[in-house]
């Protein structure tokens, strides 16, 4: 069965500053996405992740995937404000996406 | 325009009653979900269907049955509520990829309905 884990949980940050979340799944998986959440609200898909190497890029957020060690990174580059929010990553599994425990990212001023 | 939209938005129940939540989509997707989030935002799917097929039906208590219509709608009735199902459930849809049968893409998410069980 596939297994997500997202690190770190909690990540607090000054805007500016560069920083990286990673996304370890357990079995083989033929897709990623990931999803951003802000506080109250739904789900926005951000990027999908479809083969190895590949690098996803919009704005200040970057993801890449490396199948083989099946790892996913979202990078922030130069955090802003308003990029505060739960970040998601869903490897596809059989029939479904399996979400990791998710990152909540505060970025302070 | 909404793409996916669920009702009600807020639930407030006691314990014992039954409820239920309907979700809607206007994508032309063919394949719907609904996921239990929990108050550690733990995310976990509950039912899928796929042309008003039952495709994936989790370690759910049959308390909770899923109805779909048709394939722009997927409602979920809930019997004999409980304290522990306190949570956000969310409605989305997506369409199955070109390639695997297992493959789908994007999901596109409802706002949710945030049920508190009294």
């Known amino acids: 069965e596939l297994k997500v884990e997202q690190n770190p949980l909690f990540l607090s940050m000054q805007e500016g500053k560069n920083y990286t979340i990673y996304c370890n799944y357990s079995?083989?998986?033929?897709?990623l996405y990931w999803y951003r959440q802000d506080p109250g609200k739904s789900l926005e898909s951000l990027f999908v992740?479809?083969?190895?190497?590949a690098v996803k890029q919009e704005g200040r957020l970057m993801a890449s995937l490396d199948t083989k060690a099946r790892l996913s990174t979202l990078h922030i580059t130069a955090a802003v404000h308003d990029l505060s929010a739960t970040y998601f990553c869903a490897p596809q599994g059989a029939q479904k996406l399996v979400f990791g425990q998710g990152t909540r990212l505060t970025i302070n001023p | 325009d909404t793409a996916v939209s669920q009702t009600p938005k807020y639930l407030v129940t006691q314990m014992g009653n039954d409820k239920s939540i309907k979700c809607e989509q206007n994508?032309?997707?063919?394949?719907m979900y609904w996921y239990k989030q929990d108050s550690k935002k733990f995310l976990k799917i509950m039912f899928s269907?796929?042309?008003?097929?039952?495709?994936i039906n989790e370690t759910v208590p049959n308390r909770f049955s899923p109805k779909s219509p048709d394939k722009a709608h997927l409602n979920l009735h809930i019997n004999s509520l409980e304290l522990g199902d306190s949570a956000v459930y969310f409605c989305?849809?997506?369409?199955?990829?070109?390639?695997?049968?297992?493959?789908?893409?994007?999901?596109?998410f409802g706002p949710g309905t945030r049920l508190t069980v009294l």
């Open positions: 269907y796929n042309n008003k097929e039952l495709i």
């Open positions: 994508l032309g997707h063919d394949t």
């Open positions: 079995t083989t998986s033929d897709r």
């Open positions: 989305a849809s997506s369409t199955r990829t070109s390639g695997p049968p297992s493959s789908y893409n994007e999901q596109f």
């Open positions: 992740l479809l083969s190895n190497g």
